[in-house]
């Protein structure tokens, strides 16, 4: 029997660096002859773009509604006929994604009720556990280092404050769900792509 593909997530605050992280370890795991596709959420099916319509505002949503959005769009990647977690890894490929509900439970989790995120998404028969979360930690002020220059102190200060509690938030969502057994590594993303991708290469080949 062909053996399963693994589901791998890439987590982190803005700047982190995610996605260049996500396209070396794609190239590393073909490096080892296996097959990868990458996704990322929201995704591109129906589900996602109506949640892109909402982030820029075009269509007004409550932080519940935004929730039970990803949460559809979360399902929707799991079980797409072509594009899907499950159909994939059921071929044998790999399956990277570009955050996953770490992200709802982090954002989502703190605008409206955690247990009720985490019972929507956790306890989702069609949404499922990852093999591995790759978290690509980030200090606040490393991430405005790296996203905006050149901007007023008063704005720098609040953006400083909201990635504070959002990286905190992660921290304890992470360390929640750690707790359940799931395989989650903090990675220090401040440094050099190549560095970060070579021990991250090494944390999944232990895994795979
Ligand atoms: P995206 O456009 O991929 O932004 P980034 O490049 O920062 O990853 O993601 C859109 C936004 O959606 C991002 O700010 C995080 C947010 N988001 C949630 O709030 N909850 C979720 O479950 C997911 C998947 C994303």
């Known amino acids: 029997m062909e053996a399963s593909g693994k589901f791998i997530v890439f987590e982190g605050i803005d700047g982190a660096g995610k996605t260049t992280q996500v396209e ?11 097959e990868v596709s990458l996704g990322a959420e929201p995704t591109t099916l129906e589900s996602g773009r109506a949640i892109r319509r909402a982030l820029s ?11 039970a959005m990803f ?14 977690i499950r159909a994939l890894t059921e071929k044998g490929i790999d399956v990277i994604s570009d955050r996953y509900y770490y ?4 954002y989502q989790g703190a605008a409206t009720d955690y247990g009720w995120v985490k019972q929507m998404n956790i306890g ?3 949404i499922r556990r990852p093999d ?10 490393q991430s405005l ?3 905006s220059r050149g901007r007023e102190s008063v704005e720098i200060y609040e953006n400083l404050e909201k990635l504070t509690s959002v990286r905190n938030t992660f921290l304890s969502v992470i360390e929640d769900l750690r707790g359940e057994g799931e395989s989650i590594y903090v990675v220090d993303a401040n440094r050099p792509p190549e560095q970060i991708a070579e021990e991250i290469f090494a944390i999944v080949k232990k895994h795979i």
Do not use: F, T, W
């Open 24 to 34: 070396l370890l794609a190239q590393n795991l073909r490096s080892l002859g296996r």
């Open 57 to 67: 505002g075009a269509e007004k949503k409550s932080e519940c509604q935004m929730a």
């Open 71 to 84: 949460v559809l769009d979360r399902i929707a990647h799991n079980i797409d006929s072509e594009i899907g």
């Open 103 to 106: 992200s709802s439970l982090a």
């Open 124 to 126: 989702s028969p069609e």
């Open 132 to 141: 591995l979360c790759i978290y690509l930690d980030l200090l606040p002020e």
């Open 145 to 147: 280092e790296r996203i």
